[in-house]
């Protein structure tokens, strides 16, 4: 039996795939990964996110709406979200957060939509997927005072970019962190000081594709199948096998999504 390894967090609905997308599919497979957990950034491509879901029985969905878009977040939307999010390949709320670099929702837009769809998150009992650029101070203020009370598998730090006291922290309130491809970058080193001293137990491995694309693409458009290459640099790290990082990194996304594949 080969590899099997869990793409976290992709986008395989963004028209970069349009081309592609089902040799992409193809391609991940072929390279071990078992499951993707395709992620939404609007209500569009939330909806499109469980429609590939439904297509494809080793694809996942996460619905919600992006910091970026957070202006877009009306009432409506967020009871579509709702409908959808009841979806049984729907397995996390997200990408939620806050975004503090690019600034293209209004801070106070981004913080009343954080709010809201983690409040979506407790209803329906499932976990979310962090965004956080920029913004980590305020990012934990709020899922400390929302995890506090937080019933269901509380979710992920996508794409990890803070630092080790508060990749700590974040574990203690319940939240995976989860590791992409600047892992892999030449100038990485504090983040690979972070992975070897976090347990291997807390983390998750991404790609966030079409971004984010590892050594030896980089610069290129990434895909599931590079996933790999994340996993090969926290084996390096941590001194594991490619085996090891593999298998408990995809036990801990199935103890997270609850995938059932």
């Known amino acids: 039996m080969g590899?099997?390894?869990?793409?976290?967090?992709?986008?395989?609905?963004?028209?970069?795939?349009?081309?592609?997308r089902e040799q992409v599919i193809v391609r991940a497979a072929t390279a071990g990964v078992g499951a993707i957990v395709n992620v939404g950034a609007d209500l569009a491509s939330s909806q499109a996110a469980v429609?590939?879901?439904?297509?494809?029985?080793q694809i996942y969905a996460a619905v919600g709406v992006h910091p970026h878009d957070a202006k877009t977040l009306t009432d409506e939307v967020l009871k579509e979200l709702g409908?959808?999010?009841s979806h049984s390949k729907v397995v996390a709320v997200g990408e939620i957060g806050l975004d503090f670099y690019r600034h293209l929702s209004p801070r106070d837009k981004q913080g009343q939509a954080f709010d809201q769809q983690l409040a979506l998150a407790s209803d329906v009992g499932k976990p979310v997927i962090i965004h956080d650029r920029e913004a980590h101070?305020?990012?934990?203020?709020?899922?400390?005072?929302?995890a506090e009370g937080c019933q269901q598998p509380v979710g992920v730090l996508h794409c990890f970019s803070g630092d080790l006291t508060m990749a700590r922290e974040a574990i203690e309130l319940g939240f995976y962190i989860s590791i992409a491809g600047p892992v892999?970058?030449?100038?990485?080193?504090?983040?690979?000081?972070l992975v070897?001293?976090?347990?291997?137990?807390?983390?998750?491995?991404?790609?966030d594709c079409p971004y984010l694309t590892p050594h030896p693409y980089r610069g290129k458009r990434n895909e599931p199948a590079y996933v790999q290459f994340v996993a090969?640099?926290?084996?390096?790290?941590?001194?594991?096998?490619?085996?090891e990082v593999a298998?408990?990194?995809?036990?801990?996304?199935?103890?997270?999504?609850?995938?059932d594949f």
């Not at 892999?184 to 000081?193: I, Y």
Request: proline share 4%; aromatic share 6%.
């Open 51 to 57: 429609a590939l879901a439904e297509a494809h029985p």
């Open 196 to 207: 070897r001293q976090l347990p291997l137990e807390k983390l998750l491995i991404e790609t």
């Open 232 to 243: 090969q640099e926290i084996a390096r790290v941590k001194e594991l096998s490619l085996e």
């Open 184 to 193: 892999t970058f030449d100038n990485a080193r504090r983040l690979r000081e």
């Open 247 to 259: 298998c408990i990194t995809s036990d801990n996304a199935q103890a997270l999504f609850a995938l």
């Open 3 to 20: 590899l099997e390894l869990i793409d976290t967090h992709t986008h395989l609905d963004f028209p970069e795939f349009d081309s592609d």
């Open 83 to 85: 409908d959808l999010a």
């Open 137 to 146: 101070k305020e990012v934990m203020a709020i899922l400390r005072r929302w």
